[in-house]
């Protein structure tokens, strides 16, 4: 029965063949360009799977007229944006797949600071946007888990500690398209089970001529330098160039991208949200807040050469090198409120259950100065071959190696009037809950004045007995991907398939994470375990560690005045802070691990050009078999004492698995007229777990009262952690869209649907059985063991047992306004809007939930008006309220709702055609020009706010300058 169900999709994919096959027996080729290559519109793109798949349905069946014109696809004889939109418009069409596309107006120009930029503006797609700039992308509603990244075709690692990519690792002048294809082909490796990202680069033979283009910018934020050391004013530098040699057999391509790009954001962070009194009203329990200044470095660099000595071989290595780092300056103050030691006073105003405001006394505050820095490096090699071995065959061999290395280090540094809440002075503090979630303080204490020292303002580290006058959370992520592949082509001239194709690829995938974690306390203090506490209780903040004078007023947007100001650095550098390590702080399970994967995945394609009766049918149907062998390595704590001292000693602990997927695929396009498509997909999809739970890491729990018992449910051991054995996530997903284009690629409206039903869906809060055979000698003498009732126990950990589905429908409009009117020559709008429902059930809870990362709407308009060199636009993006993912204590990652709403970015530019400055464009662009915040909340209440940020407008004037 099981096999049954599995096989369902399959026999569907396998009628609907047999139909389509019925009619065209005696069909002739089709008319309409042939498909099934995703570049055939736009040959600049260069993807590697395009390259291997050599034009899906391309063969000797086309008639010369039909090359001619696909040829002349990508020779478009507007320019600037229009020629954008006209581009993406015809790789869009020319597809064999339902895919977004976008393509730069000008080699290296793809608008935005990093990709994720660029993506944000893509019709069905949204960013969540961290540290103030676009980060990660969600295509119909899912979350960047259940989607991949390529670049020319291959699968990309990630600087996160999880799969999903982060977008603004990658510099957006590198590309000169992006495709995210929405549904899937078996020849598309490193699918993605909500859609995958194919970012393109340039190839220099498929240029028409040397190309040499160079971009430079000023940016700066609205608003002023928030914590000193870091500017509110940046930089962008970035340059491309492309030439021919040996009569057009050789080629090379070489870019570099510069960039300083500042972000001051204004930060708080309430605790959350305790009831005054049983079943009374809730109120703020504590506040953290912040003025962020941060600067984002990058160089980027990218070749690519190019060998194309006959019109049978081909072979293009291309690399890419990404430098990335992040620095922030972080100062501000935290105050425990309701839980704390303070108190509320009588005589708060309530509404609706919600305190608004009132006044706390007695408050201990903890001063921050605390500086965080993220620094990455990505490399990206890709060689790819293609040998045209006859008439017939072809092949394609592609040999593709990906890894990211991010260190972090974020540091904490506390200051107060005294050590714990017992000594020092205190603060009287009214507050004001904001109609826009802000929370405005009014202190009554001066916290830029000399009464202010190092400390442990609450006692935090009394628990760990140390003076816990600061922290250090260390994180560390190798990632990377090994990836070959070979393909093998056969062209037919006759019957309803142009092509067929088939291969195998092979990718081995490691991926490590680590953290280290230390306590700092101050000198002068014993730094034996036999003194309670480790440190002295307070020091005096050192003149040569301050800096602006000794104060500064980041947290004046809530209302709290000038504080002290100081450079952590300095302390830790010059020896003045004891470093004393710890271990899982504040974290559940210990957090190393390392996961491991072999991929191994043959597949089979068939690329149709024919008819049924008199409509042409294009596409391809096929199928992918993806085996994976999967292990992960993590610990096992143990503690135990030694000499009156707690020790922890970390157990290895290894697991894993293996799974093979049967992946099919199918997708029809039926050309209703010349210029309207009707496309049809079917396909089964995966996305792999999440990489931290598959971490085989376990914080064991033993309960000594149920050492006897043989039930496993009430068994001696159990535990929390990950799963090693976690199986993918599937769905089969199915696609309808109907397509009109107008003449020469102008613009078009299309209308489409999608049904996704989702089973082995991963619940991260479930349980699971367990064997802690090997766990036993480090937790019970002989004479326990002998008395255990069961080794058996309890996990609470993800495990696959969710199912649900994820529907939506899509329309979208591109249409340039002089169709409608002459008196709108110049005038074109660009709208989209997707509409997405789900829902999930988890095994033993009948009540449905939305899927995490789906918001309901997610919109997109543009109006552009461009004529001569004078060109416009104004661009909205909007998405409605979902659970996303952000940063937790100690570097962990934790869901929260976070509130929807709309930014607001545009550009004005003005072009040279002729004279002295022919081939010069200035650029001035902004970008959340409305001032849109950052917030999340909890308990389905936006007034109970956990995550505020308020970021500014950003600004850059550019000038680009293309070499004639």
């Given at each position: 029965?099981?096999?049954?169900?599995?096989?369902?999709?399959?026999?569907?994919l396998a009628?609907t063949?047999?139909?389509?096959?019925?009619?065209v027996?005696?069909?002739?080729?089709?008319?309409?360009?042939?498909?099934?290559?995703s570049?055939?519109?736009?040959?600049?793109s260069?993807?590697?799977q395009d390259?291997?798949q050599?034009?899906?349905?391309?063969?000797?069946?086309?008639?010369a007229?039909?090359?001619?014109?696909?040829?002349?696809?990508?020779?478009?004889?507007?320019?600037?944006?229009?020629?954008?939109?006209?581009?993406?418009?015809?790789?869009?069409?020319?597809?064999?797949?339902?895919?977004?596309?976008?393509?730069?107006?000008?080699?290296?120009?793809l608008?935005?600071?990093?990709i994720?930029?660029?993506?944000?503006?893509?019709?069905?797609?949204?960013?969540?946007t961290?540290?103030?700039r676009p980060?990660?992308?969600?295509?119909?509603?899912?979350?960047p888990?259940?989607?991949?990244?390529?670049?020319?075709?291959?699968?990309q690692v990630s600087t996160?500690?999880?799969?999903?990519?982060?977008?603004?690792?990658?510099?957006?002048?590198?590309?000169?398209?992006?495709?995210v294809?929405l549904?899937?082909?078996a020849?598309?490796?490193?699918?993605?089970l909500a859609?995958?990202?194919d970012?393109?680069?340039?190839?220099?033979?498929?240029?028409?001529h040397?190309?040499?283009?160079?971009?430079?910018?000023?940016?700066?934020?609205?608003q002023?330098t928030?914590?000193?050391g870091?500017s509110?004013?940046?930089?962008?530098?970035?340059g491309?160039?492309?030439?021919?040699?040996?009569?057009?057999?050789?080629?090379v391509?070489?870019g570099?991208?510069?960039?300083?790009?500042?972000?001051?954001?204004?930060?708080?962070?309430?605790?959350?949200y305790?009831?005054?009194?049983?079943?009374g009203?809730?109120?703020?329990?504590g506040?953290?807040?912040?003025?962020f200044?941060?600067?984002?470095g990058?160089?980027?660099l990218?070749?690519?050469?190019?060998?194309?000595?006959?019109k049978?071989?081909?072979?293009?290595?291309?690399?890419?090198?990404?430098?990335?780092?992040?620095?922030?300056?972080?100062?501000?103050?935290?105050?425990?409120?309701?839980?704390?030691?303070?108190h509320?006073?009588?005589?708060?105003?309530?509404?609706?259950?919600f305190?608004?405001?009132?006044?706390y006394?007695?408050?201990?505050?903890?001063?921050?100065?605390?500086?965080?820095?993220n620094?990455?490096?990505?490399?990206?090699?890709?060689?790819n071959?293609?040998?045209?071995?006859?008439?017939?065959?072809?092949?394609?061999?592609?040999?593709?190696?990906?890894r990211?290395?991010?260190r972090?280090?974020?540091m904490?540094?506390?200051?107060g009037?005294?050590?714990?809440?017992?000594?020092?002075?205190?603060?009287t503090?009214?507050?004001?809950?904001l109609s826009?979630?802000?929370?405005?303080?009014?202190?009554t204490?001066?916290?830029?004045?000399?009464?202010?020292?190092l400390?442990?303002?609450?006692?935090?580290?009394?628990?760990s007995?140390i003076?816990?006058?600061?922290?250090?959370n260390?994180?560390?992520?190798?990632?990377?991907?090994?990836?070959?592949?070979?393909g093998?082509?056969?062209?037919?001239?006759?019957?309803?398939?142009?092509?067929?194709q088939?291969?195998?690829?092979?990718?081995?995938?490691?991926?490590?994470?680590?953290?280290?974690?230390?306590?700092?306390?101050?000198p002068?203090?014993?730094?034996?375990?036999?003194t309670n506490?480790?440190?002295a209780?307070?020091?005096p903040?050192?003149?040569?560690?301050?800096?602006?004078?000794?104060?500064?007023?980041?947290?004046?947007?809530?209302?709290v005045?000038?504080?002290v100001?100081?450079?952590?650095l300095?302390?830790?550098?010059?020896?003045?802070?004891?470093?004393?390590?710890?271990?899982?702080?504040?974290?559940?399970?210990?957090?190393?691990?390392?996961?491991h994967?072999?991929?191994?995945?043959?597949?089979?394609?068939?690329?149709?050009?024919t008819?049924?009766?008199?409509?042409?049918?294009?596409?391809?149907?096929?199928l992918?078999?993806?085996?994976?062998?999967?292990s992960?390595?993590?610990g096992?704590?143990?503690?135990?004492?030694?000499?009156?001292?707690?020790q922890?000693?970390?157990?290895p602990?290894?697991?894993?698995?293996?799974?093979?997927?049967?992946l099919?695929?199918?997708?029809?396009?039926?050309?209703?007229?010349?210029?309207?498509?009707?496309r049809?997909?079917?396909?089964?999809?995966?996305?792999?777990?999440?990489?931290?739970?598959?971490?085989?890491?376990?914080?064991?729990?033993t309960?000594?009262?149920?050492?006897?018992?043989?039930?496993?449910n009430?068994?001696?051991?159990?535990?929390?952690g990950?799963n090693p054995?976690?199986?993918?996530?599937?769905?089969?997903?199915?696609n309808?869209?109907?397509?009109?284009?107008?003449?020469g690629n102008?613009?078009?409206?299309?209308?489409?649907?999608?049904?996704?039903?989702?089973?082995?869906?991963?619940?991260?809060?479930?349980a699971?059985?367990a064997?802690?055979t090997?766990?036993?000698s480090?937790?019970?003498?002989?004479?326990?063991?002998?008395?255990?009732?069961?080794?058996?126990?309890?996990v609470?950990?993800?495990?696959n047992?969710?199912?649900g589905?994820?529907?939506g429908?899509?329309?979208?409009?591109?249409?340039?306004?002089?169709?409608?009117?002459?008196?709108?020559?110049?005038?074109?709008?660009i709208?989209?809007?997707?509409?997405?429902?789900?829902?999930?059930?988890?095994?033993?809870?009948p009540?449905p939930?939305?899927?995490?990362?789906?918001?309901?709407?997610?919109?997109?308009?543009?109006?552009?008006f461009?004529?001569?060199?004078?060109?416009a636009?104004?661009?909205?993006?909007?998405?409605?309220?979902?659970?996303?993912?952000?940063?937790?204590?100690?570097?962990?990652?934790?869901?929260?709702?976070?509130?929807?709403g709309?930014?607001y970015?545009?550009q004005?530019?003005?072009?040279?055609?002729?004279?002295?400055f022919?081939?010069?464009?200035?650029?001035?662009q902004?970008?959340?020009?409305?001032?849109?915040?950052?917030?999340?909340?909890?308990?389905?209440?936006p007034?109970?706010?956990?995550?505020?940020?308020?970021y500014?407008r950003?600004y850059?004037?550019?000038?680009?300058?293309?070499?004639?």
């Amino acid at each position: 029965m099981i096999q049954l169900k599995r096989n369902v999709l399959a026999m569907a994919l396998a009628s609907t063949l047999g139909v389509a096959a019925f009619g065209v027996v005696h069909a002739a080729p089709a008319a309409q360009p042939a498909a099934g290559d995703s570049n055939a519109a736009a040959p600049q793109s260069g993807s590697a799977q395009d390259a291997q798949q050599g034009a899906d349905s391309s063969s000797r069946k086309s008639t010369a007229a039909e090359a001619k014109k696909a040829k002349q696809l990508g020779v478009v004889a507007v320019t600037g944006f229009v020629s954008s939109i006209t581009n993406s418009t015809a790789i869009q069409r020319y597809s064999s797949e339902i895919v977004e596309a976008v393509s730069a107006e000008q080699i290296g120009k793809l608008p935005g600071i990093s990709i994720a930029d660029t993506l944000g503006r893509m019709p069905g797609l949204a960013v969540q946007t961290l540290n103030g700039r676009p980060q990660v992308v969600s295509i119909h509603g899912f979350g960047p888990d259940f989607s991949t990244a390529l670049v020319n075709g291959n699968e990309q690692v990630s600087t996160g500690n999880n799969r999903g990519v982060q977008y603004d690792q990658y510099p957006a002048s590198w590309f000169n398209s992006v495709v995210v294809y929405l549904t899937p082909k078996a020849s598309l490796m490193g699918q993605g089970l909500a859609g995958t990202v194919d970012l393109r680069t340039i190839q220099p033979l498929d240029e028409p001529h040397r190309i040499a283009a160079f971009n430079a910018g000023y940016m700066w934020n609205s608003q002023s330098t928030l914590s000193p050391g870091f500017s509110n004013q940046g930089y962008s530098v970035n340059g491309i160039w492309a030439d021919q040699f040996f009569n057009n057999t050789f080629g090379v391509a070489l870019g570099v991208d510069l960039q300083k790009s500042p972000t001051q954001i204004e930060h708080q962070a309430p605790w959350g949200y305790p009831n005054v009194s049983s079943g009374g009203p809730v109120v703020v329990g504590g506040d953290k807040n912040y003025g962020f200044s941060d600067l984002l470095g990058r160089t980027g660099l990218l070749g690519t050469l190019q060998w194309r000595p006959s019109k049978n071989f081909s072979s293009t290595l291309t690399t890419t090198y990404d430098d990335f780092r992040e620095d922030q300056q972080a100062k501000g103050i935290e105050f425990p409120l309701f839980w704390s030691a303070a108190h509320l006073q009588p005589g708060y105003t309530v509404n609706n259950g919600f305190v608004t405001s009132g006044t706390y006394n007695n408050v201990k505050a903890v001063v921050r100065n605390d500086y965080n820095s993220n620094y990455a490096r990505v490399y990206n090699i890709d060689w790819n071959n293609k040998y045209r071995i006859n008439e017939d065959w072809s092949a394609d061999v592609d040999a593709n190696y990906s890894r990211a290395n991010r260190r972090s280090f974020l540091m904490e540094s506390y200051s107060g009037t005294g050590y714990s809440t017992a000594n020092g002075a205190t603060d009287t503090i009214g507050f004001n809950e904001l109609s826009n979630g802000l929370l405005y303080l009014n202190p009554t204490l001066n916290y830029a004045s000399n009464q202010f020292v190092l400390t442990d303002p609450q006692g935090w580290g009394a628990g760990s007995h140390i003076v816990q006058a600061g922290f250090i959370n260390a994180p560390r992520t190798t990632d990377y991907i090994a990836d070959l592949r070979a393909g093998l082509k056969r062209d037919f001239d006759t019957g309803p398939f142009s092509s067929v194709q088939f291969g195998i690829d092979r990718k081995t995938r490691n991926k490590t994470y680590n953290i280290g974690q230390y306590f700092l306390t101050l000198p002068n203090g014993s730094q034996t375990f036999a003194t309670n506490p480790i440190g002295a209780q307070t020091a005096p903040i050192p003149t040569a560690a301050l800096v602006n004078g000794g104060s500064c007023d980041p947290l004046a947007f809530m209302g709290v005045g000038p504080q002290v100001c100081y450079n952590p650095l300095y302390l830790l550098n010059s020896g003045f802070y004891a470093v004393i390590p710890t271990f899982m702080s504040s974290l559940p399970i210990p957090p190393n691990w390392k996961v491991h994967e072999i991929d191994t995945t043959p597949y089979v394609q068939f690329n149709l050009d024919t008819h049924v009766g008199p409509i042409p049918l294009t596409g391809n149907f096929g199928l992918q078999v993806a085996h994976t062998l999967q292990s992960s390595a993590g610990g096992s704590v143990s503690a135990s004492t030694t000499g009156g001292v707690s020790q922890v000693r970390v157990i290895p602990v290894e697991g894993g698995t293996s799974y093979t997927r049967y992946l099919p695929s199918m997708n029809l396009i039926f050309g209703l007229t010349d210029n309207t498509d009707l496309r049809v997909s079917a396909a089964r999809v995966m996305a792999r777990a999440r990489m931290d739970q598959i971490n085989d890491s376990l914080a064991i729990n033993t309960n000594i009262t149920q050492l006897l018992s043989t039930n496993p449910n009430q068994a001696y051991f159990s535990a929390n952690g990950g799963n090693p054995k976690l199986l993918p996530t599937m769905a089969d997903d199915y696609n309808i869209s109907l397509e009109h284009y107008f003449e020469g690629n102008q613009g078009y409206v299309a209308a489409s649907a999608y049904f996704l039903k989702l089973h082995d869906y991963i619940n991260p809060n479930a349980a699971y059985l367990a064997n802690f055979t090997p766990f036993i000698s480090s937790y019970l003498d002989a004479a326990q063991q002998a008395q255990l009732g069961t080794p058996l126990g309890i996990v609470s950990g993800p495990v696959n047992n969710g199912y649900g589905n994820v529907k939506g429908a899509q329309a979208t409009a591109s249409v340039p306004l002089k169709l409608l009117t002459p008196m709108l020559h110049d005038f074109g709008v660009i709208l989209s809007a997707d509409y997405t429902k789900s829902s999930l059930v988890y095994a033993g809870n009948p009540t449905p939930i939305t899927v995490p990362g789906l918001s309901k709407w997610v919109t997109q308009e543009t109006v552009y008006f461009q004529h001569g060199g004078l060109q416009a636009r104004v661009s909205r993006s909007y998405r409605s309220s979902f659970l996303g993912e952000v940063s937790g204590i100690s570097v962990s990652r934790i869901l929260q709702t976070i509130q929807g709403g709309s930014s607001y970015d545009a550009q004005v530019s003005y072009s040279f055609n002729s004279g002295r400055f022919k081939g010069m464009t200035l650029i001035l662009q902004g970008s959340n020009l409305t001032n849109k915040r950052f917030v999340t909340y909890q308990n389905n209440d936006p007034r109970q706010v956990l995550i505020w940020e308020n970021y500014g407008r950003s600004y850059e004037a550019l000038v680009s300058y293309k070499f004639q």
